[in-house]
């Protein structure tokens, strides 16, 4: 019979995952080595919260699920941040943790699955009656079917001992499939819903992308005349097309602003439709909001009290409400489709020019530049923080999964280890990342660990040296916002240390050079010296005045019922 640490190390390499990212302790070296043994390449991290973030990003880019292994103790304590991240962005990952060998009484003696059900992700701990290698196969399995980080707690006495068991651990790798008749449901009232309505916006999230129903909402769409649109996450899933709006949200495009204003009927698929996506209601000020989602839960608290929530597949449901709608006569819009990129931001850069501090850039020319100087199929990563606001809105991305946003949970500081692993998981792709000046030296010791793995990867970091979000909130205020400006070290000379190639830009004129040589450069980083005189419009967006009514096509079809 094998060892634990060896039929582990099977059910791995036959899972097809070609890395594992890890950071080594007494709990998992020897589970390891047998990895390394199996041919997986080891890919050992300077913080195991960034073991947690490159599996979430290989898996995302490479459609498997990503692997990553800690310590007991503080190697588990340290991924806290990264697994309610993944469990946020409903990231498939499976941790293969160590747990202290029974008896252990020592310093990193912690209770392992309250922290780890804490951070929202599942915990399967292995025992002596288990083979450890069907426990992992079970878990990939469980986070691959409810799109979860899952822990697999191995005790550090178990692994190097034989497996005593033939016994495996079942999981069902079929997701849960709802009720015919659920869908059936679902579908009348969208049905009825859209007909009733006169200005009617589709709003589609990443269920939408990730159940393969984004021709469906296009075609819905064109049948009933509706807006289309997308939640951040989903960014980029509708681009080209003429109906589209792109985000809904803070970031939405100026133009897209008044049509959104002037939806009666907002229908959120796959969507969480938080209050981010609708402003906390704001957005959406006189629609009704109809929500479709496989699970109803916290992530979309009601907006307001006339929302309406169905329960479906976005795939099961829309067919049949596609199929239904095919039969009428297709509604004309009714409203004005935004202009494409840049246009409908020229005015914003018209009217808002603020004074730039000596020796830096406007960050959204900035962006506006890397837009162009990106390649058409970049992957591109964006981290959280003031700057993610202009990569957000302005960066286009029309390549099929080009967009990861590395925000779940809020937190700063995930961008550049996520896209570590997108590099790896996708090594045919070129992964840019949009970072903050504190969020990269958050994990700026992680630079070194893609330099070694040989990520291809390009950070472009918006240095504006404070923590930007801060500095302009307390700004807002009374405050001078002196406390968030933090000095950082020359990022680019940071850079360089860890053996990636560094460069500086302090002029526009500078960036396409910069940008070229990084790009043809296995990993680097560009440090863009952006001004803290420019509030993204994310932030401003509460003191512009937005027109009632001026996304309103004449009169078309004022009072027609939407479609029969
Ligand atoms: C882990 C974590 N710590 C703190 C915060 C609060 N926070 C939100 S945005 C931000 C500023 C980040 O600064 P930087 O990365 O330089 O980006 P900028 O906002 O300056 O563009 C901070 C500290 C957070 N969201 N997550
Ligand atoms: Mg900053």
């Known amino acids: 019979m094998p060892t634990h640490a060896q ?28 990895l390394a043994e199996a041919g997986v390449e080891i890919v050992e991290v300077r913080h195991e919260s960034a073991a947690v973030a490159m599996a979430e990003g290989y898996g995302w880019s490479s459609g498997r699920v990503g692997i990553c292994s800690v310590t007991h103790g503080p190697g588990l304590s340290h991924t806290a941040t990264s697994l309610l991240v993944a469990a946020r962005n409903r990231s498939p990952l499976v941790l293969l943790a160590g747990e202290t060998p ?42 691959a079917r409810d799109r979860r980080p899952v822990v697999v707690g191995i005790p550090a006495d178990l692994i190097d001992a034989t497996v005593e068991t033939t ?25 009825e819903k859209l007909r009733s309505a006169k200005r009617p916006v589709l709003l589609a999230g990443r269920g939408v992308m990730a159940s393969g129903s984004a021709a469906l909402v296009r075609e819905l769409a064109e049948l009933t005349g509706a807006a289309l649109s997308t939640t951040l996450p989903a960014k980029g899933m509708f681009d080209g097309h003429p109906l589209d709006l792109g985000i809904a949200g803070g970031l ?9 204003r002037d939806a009666d009927l907002v229908v959120a698929l796959g969507a ?30 009601a907006v307001g009290g006339n929302d309406v929530r169905l329960r479906g597949e976005a795939h099961a449901t829309l067919t049949r409400v596609v ?21 409908c931001w020229s005015a914003e850069l018209d009217d808002y020019q603020p004074k730039l501090a000596p020796g830096t850039v406007d960050p959204r020319h900035a962006v506006l ?27 286009r991305t029309p390549a099929p999964r080009s967009f990861h946003l590395a925000q779940g949970f809020g937190s700063i500081g995930q ?150």
């Open 7 to 34: 039929s582990v190390s099977r059910v791995v390499a036959e899972h097809g995952c070609t890395h594992l990212f890890t950071l080594m302790g007494d709990g998992n070296m020897h589970l390891v080595l047998a």
């Open 102 to 143: 029974a008896g252990y009484t020592g310093a990193q003696l912690f209770d392992q699955r309250h922290l780890v059900e804490a951070c929202e992700a599942v915990y399967r701990p292995v025992t002596a009656h288990d083979d450890a290698g069907s426990v992992v196969a079970a878990a990939i399995a469980e986070a």
């Open 167 to 191: 016994h495996t651990v079942e999981a069902d790798p079929a997701p849960t499939m709802l009720d015919v008749e659920v869908h059936a449901a679902a579908a009348a009232q969208l049905v």
């Open 252 to 260: 939405s495009h100026p133009d897209a602003e008044p049509v959104f």
């Open 272 to 301: 969480g439709a938080g209050a981010s996506t609708t402003r906390s209601g704001q957005l959406f000020p006189d629609a009704r909001l109809v929500r479709l989602d496989t699970v109803l839960d916290r992530d979309q608290a």
């Open 323 to 343: 199929a239904t709608l095919r039969s009428q006569e297709p509604t004309e819009p009714w409203f004005h489709p935004a202009r494409p990129l840049p246009d």
């Open 369 to 395: 530049a890397l837009d162009q100087a990106l390649p058409e199929d970049a992957v591109i990563v964006v981290s959280n923080g003031h700057c993610s606001g202009f990569a957000s809105a302005l960066l």
């Open 415 to 564: 961008g550049l280890t996520t896209a570590v692993g997108v590099a790896l998981g996708a090594p045919d792709r070129h992964v840019v990342v949009i970072e903050g000046d504190a969020g990269f030296m958050m994990h700026a010791q992680d630079l070194d660990t893609a330099v070694r793995a040989g990520a291809r990867v390009t950070a472009f970091v918006l240095n504006d040296e404070a923590l930007g979000t801060e500095y302009h909130r307390l700004k807002a205020g009374p405050d001078t916002g002196a406390l968030a400006v933090v000095p950082t070290p020359r990022i680019a000379d940071v850079a360089t240390a860890m053996g990636a190639l560094g460069r500086q830009v302090s002029d526009l004129a500078e960036l396409g050079d910069a940008a070229r040589d990084a790009l043809a450069a296995p990993t680097a980083v560009v440090e863009i010296r952006t001004s803290r005189t420019v509030e993204s419009r994310h932030l401003r967006w509460r003191r512009i005045p937005v027109p009632a009514g001026a996304g309103r096509r004449a009169t078309a079809h004022e009072g027609d019922a939407h479609a029969s």
